[in-house]
């Protein structure tokens, strides 16, 4: 599974500290507010549980305390803890068969003919229509277009043909279900998504499933908190508004699991949602 667009902790922060700038003020978190950081940080991350049988932690995010919060104006503090999972068997599995696939390839005499004489006649066209626009003239520019365009196809299709033995042998290295990434974020205000499912991960829990777009697996969200959620044609907003309170409070707890939708039900159904609800107030 591709990487979904995944922000680090650090542009997370950053995101904190822009929206922190934006009301005018800031100033050094103190002990106290650094100690309730860490320990929301600490309950967090200890909602997530440990990795299924065969799969391990990759990467897990630093679970810093902020150095600096709002001033005049308190918000709660935005917090999160992520880990990054993976099948590390299956993965090399794949890349094993993958490296074997490709030692195997055989070249193909035929294809390697037929790339040869498209890509001649691409060139050929090609030379007529920069000789063409040297002598600017539109007329031949105009003829030539149609020739170009499908001596260019007909030489994609011919290298296509002639590398799908070796395309086909990177294919066998590409895995469904090998990796999954967890983020739990506190005092997030606002998410819109593509919704395409619901569920229930846990009693009084809902999922909302959103698609991946082209290899990735898609993702499973869960809110806890006020959230007012809204329908907007074929989206839907998640939303918080307005964010109030002191900087140690917690306001809502965001949930999201990048992985297929059964890995991600069967993650977010061992999540200590206990924890996790008691978090907020």
Not at 33 to 42: I, N, Q, R, V
Not at 128 to 147: G, S
Not at 156 to 170: E, L
């Amino acid at each position: 599974m591709r990487k979904l667009a995944w922000v680090g902790v650090a542009a997370l922060m950053a995101m904190g500290c822009m929206a922190v700038f934006a009301d005018g003020d800031t100033r050094p978190a103190s002990a106290g507010e650094k100690a309730c950081a860490g320990k929301t940080l600490g309950l967090l991350c200890g909602s997530i549980p440990p990795p299924t049988a065969g799969w391990s932690v990759v990467r897990r995010s630093d679970a810093n305390p902020p150095s600096f919060v709002a001033g005049t104006r308190p918000v709660p503090m935005n917090l999160v803890c992520e880990q990054e999972w993976q099948d590390k068997g299956k993965i090399q599995a794949a890349q094993s068969a993958s490296m074997t696939a490709m030692a195997n390839v055989k070249p193909d005499k035929a294809a390697e003919a037929n790339a040869a004489a498209a890509l001649k006649k691409f060139e050929q066209v090609m030379a007529a229509v920069t000789a063409a626009a040297q002598k600017n003239d539109q007329a031949e520019l105009k003829r030539l277009q149609p020739e170009m365009d499908a001596a260019s196809k007909a030489y994609q299709a011919a290298m296509m043909a002639q590398n799908k033995g070796m395309m086909d042998a990177v294919a066998v290295a590409k895995t469904t279900d090998s990796d999954a990434k967890i983020r739990v974020e506190a005092n997030g205000s606002y998410e819109f998504l593509e919704v395409s499912a619901q569920e229930t991960v846990a009693p009084g829990v809902t999922g909302y499933r959103v698609a991946g777009r082209s290899d990735e697996e898609g993702a499973t969200w869960v809110f806890l908190g006020p959230w007012q959620i809204t329908k907007d044609h074929s989206s839907t907003r998640f939303q918080i508004r307005p964010l109030q309170g002191p900087s140690c409070a917690v306001v809502s707890v965001v949930l999201r699991v990048d992985a297929t939708r059964a890995r991600a039900l069967a993650i977010l159904q061992k999540v200590n949602w206990n924890a996790l609800q008691a978090l907020i107030k």
